[in-house]
């Protein structure tokens, strides 16, 4: 009877009853407001961001084996930089950059490399007099600042020209800089160069949603597991198991809380949105028309917000339904946490890889992982935050993530059947497998 | 149209919990499913429901195995009683019609026609944790009979219940039956079950050891019980002394005495008033089915340890239980 019955509307009965037992919780609602306040935290995390740069002096470095051009560079890269708002240098105003002279270029390349200079203008001059001006940075040569400091190259080229004129009326010929952009550690989007700070916010964000995954996950997946649980302490279940089959209940408790689950993400992504809607003119409210003005923002975007989305939602089904099958192999919801442990910990593995993903690490390893159901509902969302990635990856992703849910369903569902009937005894391996041969 | 338990096996790793179970409940009965603890009654009734598959043999209602009748055609009460603690108590009863297929409309009118009926309308809003053990008992029962299933299969339903409430209980069990509803339940109260049922099957580790109506079991026992009252010493001691009595029971109006087939009660009234007794009441009557119930199992059904060897258990194959 049970192989036979059909899914619906049994699962849509049973699913309707826990959603409305979730979503109708106190506790579910409170939850709910903490999380929409952090994702709106979130969502404002690149201004904050931005709010703080412009606070702070960012260090650019000039090195050249000639001490007065590198002097005279300083001086003109100086003034393209740090031009006050509106002309006019208020007793208030400090500049935004530090131009200085780096006469061990090793050193600067360290520190280029620690983010303690936002980046390194090299000066030479060729044989035939003319500069060859190169900027090593994080940032593309789109960059405002790449291109501010074109025009300083320039300057340069023409204030060096006229220094080294000779004192007779002898001309020699001017010859324009050559000015190119050297990047490091590029992290793109849609292949479009990112700058620091945008590459900065999107790990920032990166980090929140992987976290939040992780929590959804373990703690929506403890909603299933305890659930189930429950019914078994409170002896509900065996009314329930002659009323509807293991296929139908378990598919309606991993539907139910997960949609009650999706609520709760739609709550906490709706004011989120609204905010970026309104990005924009938040940043001119808070950091004025200069610095909001051509800025960038790139950290909460519509389409992250659906790669979470569908992420949060498979890894949910995955997950879940392993929940379930260990929530029925308890008597006490108090075994729960024992049972549950091991499961938790794999969420942590694939949570773990993640944060390596996120901070540019794990090579191979973080390849594979953002294919491998479980760990790849993380590792695959850290990586398209952080770096480019193909979009037949992606998809790879996603449909190993789905035949994985398919398999584990087969198996959650015999041992969930399983399950229920028992009572009584210590949960382990050996009880599940052989409980699930008696069905 | 009957069900029909045919040579059914289930095995749980070494231990057997059914061995070629068989038996036949006629449609529009009270029958009583009897045995001690771990007889096999449990998994009988989760095998009808499909909630676990038999190792052989099959289960048919009307002909037709149980993997091919909807599962609205079973209710199902069982030992193990349970609500959902924080839900009220007329959206938990629609919630499980509904799940039996009901729509949410008739469930609700139906739930509400029963609760009047057990006398509890005023708990339809209360939630299940809130009520008394009695009344979420009552609760379960019309969970599992408000879909107006052919066949009701109940786990020691009266347990639990007082005397009130097991009366509503019987009275609601004969309404379904006279609707031509058919009703298993399994019990340890011997006297419930004489009351109730026509026919009974008693299971004995997994083997059906007497079945079929209960005044052929009564007469096919050949033992009779005789009661006595009188106002002297009637103490077991002695009693159990006299030729052909087998046991004795002591109660507040006097003994009861279990005969064996071939004792003469004459005999032992005589012994009696040879006693020096003043007999007030002299009663043969057939035996109990807990006699019965003894004699085929060799212990009654509330005790779990064997008080003599097993009777013979060769499964039975004639009669209404087959």
């Not at chain 1, 109708?24 to 952090?38: E, I």
């Not at chain 1, 091991?342 to 996120?358: D, E, N």
């Not at chain 1, 198996?411 to 409980?435: D, E, N, S, W």
């Amino acid at each position: 009877m049970a192989g036979r019955d059909p899914l619906l509307p049994n699962a849509g009965i049973v699913a309707r009853r826990e959603y409305r037992d979730r979503t109708r919780s106190p506790l579910f609602l409170a939850a709910t407001f903490v999380l929409a306040v952090l994702a709106m935290l979130a969502a404002l995390a690149p201004i904050g961001m931005r709010s703080l740069d412009r606070q702070t002096v960012t260090r650019i470095a000039v090195v050249s084996g000639d001490a007065a051009l590198a002097q005279r560079a300083v001086g003109l890269v100086d003034s393209v930089l740090n031009v006050p708002p509106n002309g006019v240098a208020d007793p208030g105003w400090k500049p935004p950059y530090s131009v200085e002279i780096a006469t061990d270029a090793a050193r600067a390349d360290a520190q280029l490399a620690s983010s303690r200079l936002a980046g390194i203008l090299h000066l030479e001059r060729l044989a035939t007099g003319q500069l060859d001006v190169s900027f090593r940075t994080f940032e593309g040569p789109a960059s405002a600042r790449s291109q501010l400091l074109s025009l300083a190259a320039f300057g340069i080229g023409v204030i060096d020209w006229s220094a080294r004129l000779p004192p007779s009326d002898a001309r020699t010929q001017f010859l324009v800089p050559t000015y190119r952009v050297d990047t490091v550690n590029l992290a793109t989007d849609a292949g479009k160069a990112l700058s620091p700070l945008q590459a900065t916010s999107r790990a920032f964000l990166a980090i929140v949603f992987v976290v939040l995954l992780l929590i959804s996950i373990v703690i929506y997946g403890m909603w299933v597991a305890s659930g189930v649980a429950a019914e078994k302490s409170s002896r509900v279940m065996e009314l329930m198991i002659s009323a509807a089959s293991p296929r139908q209940m378990l598919a309606g408790k991993v539907v139910g809380i997960g949609a009650a689950g999706l609520t709760q993400y739609l709550a906490i992504a709706a004011p989120a949105l609204v905010l970026l809607g309104f990005q924009d003119r938040i940043a001119t409210a808070v950091l004025g028309p200069d610095w909001a003005a051509g800025s960038q923002f790139v950290g909460l975007t519509p389409q992250l917000l659906f790669g979470y989305g569908v992420f949060f939602l498979l890894g949910f089904a995955l997950f879940a339904l392993i929940y379930a099958a260990m929530g029925s192999f308890v008597s006490r919801p108090d075994d729960l946490q024992t049972l549950s442990l091991p499961l938790s910990l794999v969420a942590m593995v694939g949570y773990l890889t993640a944060i390596v993903a996120i901070g540019g690490g794990g090579g191979a390893w973080v390849t594979f992982a953002s294919f491998v159901p479980p760990f790849s509902p993380f590792v695959m969302l850290a990586r398209i935050m952080v770096s480019a990635v193909q979009p037949w990856e992606v998809v790879l992703s996603v449909v190993l993530l789905v035949a994985g849910i398919a398999l584990v369903a087969v198996a959650a569902t015999r041992m969930y059947a399983a399950g229920v009937l028992l009572y009584g005894q210590r949960p382990g391996i050996r009880a599940f497998v052989a409980a699930a041969r008696r069905v | 149209m009957s069900l029909e338990i045919d040579h059914v096996t289930k095995r749980f790793a070494a231990t057997t919990a059914l061995d070629g179970l068989t038996f036949t409940v006629p449609q529009g009965e009270v029958f009583g499913f009897l045995g001690a603890n771990g007889a096999g009654k449990t998994t009988t009734m989760r095998i009808c429901l499909g909630i676990i598959r038999a190792d052989g043999g099959e289960i048919r209602w009307d002909g037709r195995p149980t993997a091919d009748l909807p599962r609205g055609t079973w209710g199902y009460l069982p030992e193990e009683r349970g609500l959902y603690p924080r839900m009220g108590v007329l959206d938990q009863l629609v919630y499980f019609g509904s799940l039996y297929g009901l729509a949410p409309d008739r469930a609700r009118r139906d739930a509400i026609g029963w609760l009047e009926r057990f006398r509890i309308p005023e708990l339809a809003g209360r939630r299940a944790e809130e009520l008394s053990k009695g009344n979420q008992q009552k609760v379960q029962f019309i969970a599992a009979v408000l879909h107006d299933p052919a066949v009701l299969l109940m786990d020691e339903p009266f347990t639990g219940l007082d005397p009130v409430n097991l009366i509503l209980l019987r009275g609601a069990f004969m309404e379904l039956r006279d609707r031509g509803r058919t009703l298993i339940f399994s019990t340890h109260q011997m006297e419930v079950a004489e009351a109730m049922c026509e026919s009974v099957a008693i299971v004995d580790h997994g083997r059906l050891v007497a079945g079929g109506l209960v005044r052929d079991l009564k007469r096919a026992s050949g033992r009779r019980t005789l009661r006595l009252a009188a106002s002297g010493d009637l103490a077991p001691s002695w009693l159990s002394e006299l030729p052909g009595v087998e046991s004795v029971r002591q109660d507040a109006g006097g003994a009861e005495l279990e005969l064996l087939p071939e004792a003469d009660p004459a005999v032992i009234l005589a012994a009696v008033v040879a006693h020096g007794v003043m007999v007030t009441r002299f009663e043969v009557a057939e035996p109990s089915l807990e006699a019965i119930f003894i004699e085929h199992v060799g212990r009654s059904a509330d005790d779990d340890t064997t008080l003599a060897p097993r009777a013979a258990a060769a499964p039975l194959s004639a009669g209404t239980a087959a």
